[in-house]
T-cell receptor, first 110, second 113 residues
């Protein structure tokens, strides 16, 4: 079935650095979603992308829907300690079911 | 406040002892689902429900049961838990199966010894 592959699996960065992570698939997605999971909590939707090439921002976060519709990128600028958590990409598969990538775990050193 | 509520948050049990994890949403969502989260595997769907009395298997349904007698509740049942079901479980709800935003509960950390 359709799968989403995220990279990197984990990142350790210094506060103030920019972060970039991506998500790829062997098949096309018509919607790309980025969720964040704070430690001890459930995932929360950050950004939703609906059109190939779309670039959307949410504060210091920017996400892009890849032109091929097989990938998406999430960038975080000027990271702060509360950015710590697991970031998941997700998208509805051909049957409409939401599937998730493996997650990118972000650690921010003050 | 719109929310998905799971109980309990933490549970330690022994192999074979039946347990139920409850899930309730107050948003009148039609679609509800259960996921398990394991390191390196992300979120995998166990079961889902498109509406009352309509449930179906997700990607990893073995060893689990669900029911949807009311729109707001979607309990997850482990009839005979085994150690490989030790995991972090999330309930989620959304307007429909294709709806982009899923609202998640806070999670239930289950340990089966």
């Amino acid at each position: 079935g359709q799968q989403l592959n995220q990279s990197p699996q984990s990142m350790f960065i210094q506060e103030g650095e920019d972060v970039s992570m991506n998500c790829t698939s062997s098949s096309i997605f018509n919607t790309w979603l980025w969720y964040k999971q704070d430690p001890g909590e459930g995932p929360v939707l950050l950004i939703a992308l609906y059109k190939a090439g779309e670039l959307t921002s949410n504060g210091r976060l920017t996400a892009q829907f890849g032109i091929t519709r097989k990938d998406s990128f999430l960038n975080i600028s000027a990271s702060i300690p509360s950015d710590v958590g697991i970031y998941f990409c997700a998208g509805p598969n051909q049957g409409g079911k939401l599937i998730f990538g493996q997650g990118t775990e972000l650690s921010v050193k003050p | 406040e719109a929310q998905v509520t799971q109980n309990p948050r933490y549970l330690i049990t022994v192999t074979g002892k039946k347990l139920t994890v409850t899930c309730s949403q107050n948003m009148n969502h039609e679609y509800m689902s259960w996921y398990r989260q394991d390191p390196g595997l992300g979120l995998r769907q166990i079961y889902y429900s498109m509406n009352v009395e309509v449930t179906d298997k997700g990607d990893v349904p073995e060893g689990y049961k669900v029911s949807r007698k009311e729109k707001r509740n979607f309990p997850l049942i482990l009839e005979s838990p085994s150690p490989n079901q030790t995991s972090l479980y999330f309930c989620a709800s959304s307007w429909g199966q294709g709806a982009p935003e899923a609202f998640f509960g806070q999670g239930t950390r289950l340990t089966v010894v």
